[in-house]
């Protein structure tokens, strides 16, 4: 059963105009350590940050929280799994608010879905609740 949706898009631009005036307290605010390693092992990180901005806002619309009272940015976190491919791991505020929305039962799975088109990025994300 479907428990949340959520779907964000961003301007790279603006997200580098943010990088620029802010810096790294804006990197450590917004994306986790392993997220600065990704992006810093890439020629140009800009898209690898907004893809992640956009699939961090996308989590949080489908918690039902938006960022910053019942979820931070950093309690959502872009991983790869293995064979690359792109998946979120909840922490802290984040993970709790998945645990009280999953009906009792039901183990949650997070499904996501990266793209990007410059400037653009963005994200889509799926809640899913299957019996155990």
Known sequence: MIIGIGHDQIDMRRLKATL??????????????AEQARAAQKQDPIPTYARRWAAKEACAKALGTG????????????????????????????AARLA??????????????LSDEPPLAS??????????
């Open 67 to 94: 960022i910053g009272a019942r979820a931070y940015l950093t309690d959502i976190a872009v991983i790869n799994r293995p064979s690359g491919q792109p998946a979120l791991e909840l922490s802290g505020a984040a």
């Open 123 to 132: 994200a889509f994300v799926v809640l899913d609740a299957l019996p155990e």
């Open 20 to 33: 620029d005036e802010f810096g790294q307290q804006f990197l450590d605010r917004t994306f986790t350590r």
């Open 100 to 113: 009280a929305i999953t009906p009792i039962g039901h183990k949650a799975f997070i499904h996501l879905s």
